[in-house]
């Protein structure tokens, strides 16, 4: 028996069961520390103490990493309800305004890559396999912002358009988050990365639909001097017109500035490094590495191939038209269904 203990792979053993046991001095019992004391002074029954021993020193490194993983976890919930506040209801913990500044997105980038640093530190090899594709999870969640924050001054530069607009459920710091917007998009005119006016369509139309739907009513003369106190008392009088007048700014810059200013060529071609840009947007959205071209010719394919299908069930139903008549057609008439189709 001593023989083999003395052997260097035995030796070097011995010698990782010692760091592990320093390392969790702190969480083990009295009768544990005896066992570890007996381990290192009898070598003649060094197995005996291994197996009494080290079982429950994996068992405490398991549990830390785990706890550790949670409190990651915890840490990036924590942050994205601090910076996206709007998308978390019944939390009040932060003010319901996402900030929309360079300093911002600089803080975000930071806290990230701070969490990124913390998960890699895990060491996956002391986890059952549920928790390692909990860290990697994680870690890829993190690790894909970290790595779009290279592309922040493009696409986030431009928070409007016709598929975006204002959204806000904090009325009295709704001014601020539209003066922050107008200033980015100050920025995007400046790089010359402003969006192409086909996606500005009805955008300055809604902007006025919101304004009169939502904030011209409270300042109307027409409301009652009852109606009138109440919302002066509550301080609603004072914020809607802040709010109303944020708009107006809003509204006159997008016309007079950034509608002007918009990309004459459509695609991100365009734009300077509009390419790479491209590419990181695939990357996000498909999680590999496509290319614009190989996307370009997979979009043209399934065009062509739902459009056969298309225009197989078009045939079927005796429809004597273009494929853009018929499915304006099936849109609007609920009188075609699968089973009229079969």
Known sequence: MKRILSCPLYDDFRKKLFDEAKHFNNFMSYDDKQKLVFLFTDTSLFFV?????????????????????KNLEEQLYNHLKEEYPGAYVNEDQFHLRQSFTLQTYKRRKNLNKELLSEINKVNLESLASEDRINVRILRDYVKTFVRGHRWVMYGALNPFN??????????????????????????????????????????????????????????SRNNSSIAQRSFQ???????????????????????????????????????????????????????????????????????????????KIKDQLNFNTDLTTFVKHVQYHTTITPVSIQ
Do not use: W
Request: proline share 4%.
């Open 49 to 69: 103490g291994v197996f009494n021993v080290f079982p429950r020193i994996l068992a405490s490194k398991h549990v830390s990493a785990v706890k550790r993983i």
């Open 233 to 311: 008392d509550k301080g609603i009088l004072r914020q809607v017109q802040m709010a109303y007048e944020a708009y107006v700014e809003l509204d006159s810059f997008l016309i007079n500035e950034y509608i002007p200013s918009t990309r004459k060529a459509p695609g991100l071609h365009s734009m300077r490094n509009g390419i790479g840009y491209y590419k990181a947007c695939l990357k996000f959205h498909t999680t590999s590495d496509i290319s614009p071209d190989e996307a370009h010719v997979t979009g043209l394919d399934e065009v062509e191939r739902i459009a056969k299908k298309v225009n």
């Open 162 to 219: 016709n598929l975006e607009g204002i959204y806000s459920t904090d009325l009295e710091h709704l001014p601020v988050q539209i003066y922050e917007q107008i200033s980015l998009m100050r920025k995007a005119i400046r790089l010359k990365r402003t969006n192409h006016l086909s996606s500005m369509v009805n955008v300055i139309e809604r902007l006025q639909n919101d304004m009169n739907l939502h904030l011209s009513p409270f300042l």
